[in-house]
Antibody, heavy 116, light 112 residues
């Protein structure tokens, strides 16, 4: 059974860095693309980017390129989403999901709050 | 970018009655590999999204058969044959044919 465990909620100040994670179990992590999706408070879903853990091939939405870094460590079946300098506008719920046909298995979400 | 337009944005439905949501894309969603990567997701209040349908009409594992998807090219439909109370939430279509992947605005399904 595929399971996804995302890291817990974070409260950060503007300018701080952050790395959140998603651990996948129950299948060969290296062989499926993993995506990240943002949901701002009360808003819809926005695709941020994808990574293929097998070779770390990474694709970004142009709207998030340069704003975040997506990475993965296949040895521990974990994908990451990272910010170097958070802004208040990064406040949102962030989801990871496995891509197969569609995004089939989703994490429970990591709420990131950026406030001074 | 491919724009995904859902209608209606809000759908009050009586329990036991059917419901239908339309999703239109600004470009054809047929991939060069011949597949059409149009999926439907349900997001119940306070929950992460859940995959219902992928590649237009294939129901994901564990999804009740009252949910069905249809369409081709640029026009797609999600149908619920008989709405149940647990179906309340927001429904999104999503295309994964062309990067950047894009979602519809969401359709809120509520019970009358």
């Amino acid at each position: 059974e595929v399971q996804v465990a995302q890291s817990g909620a974070e409260v950060k100040k503007p300018g701080e860095s952050l790395k959140i994670s998603c651990k996948f179990t129950g299948y060969n992590f290296a062989n499926y693309w993993i995506g990240w999706v943002r949901q701002m408070p009360g808003k819809g879903l926005e695709w941020m980017g994808l990574i293929y853990p097998g070779d770390s091939d990474t694709r970004y939405s142009p709207y998030f390129q340069g704003q975040v870094t997506i990475s993965a460590d296949k040895s521990i079946s974990t994908a990451y989403l990272q910010w170097n300098s958070l802004k208040a506008s990064d406040t949102a719920m962030y989801y990871c999901a496995r891509l197969w046909g569609g995004f089939d298995y989703w994490g429970q979400g990591t709420l990131v709050t950026v406030s001074s | 970018d491919i724009v995904m337009t859902q209608t209606p944005l809000s759908s009050p439905v009586t329990l036991g009655q059917p419901a239908s949501i339309s999703c239109r894309s600004s470009q054809s969603l047929v991939h060069i590999d011949g597949n059409t990567y149009l999926s439907w997701l349900q997001q119940r209040p306070g929950q992460p999204p859940r995959l219902l349908i992928y590649k237009v009409s294939t129901r994901f594992s564990g999804v009740p058969d009252r949910f069905s998807g249809s369409g081709a090219g640029t026009d797609f439909t999600l149908r619920i044959s008989r709405v149940e109370a647990e179906d309340v939430g927001i429904y999104y279509c999503m295309q994964a044919t062309q990067s950047p992947y894009t979602f519809g605005q969401g359709t809120k399904l509520e019970i009358k």
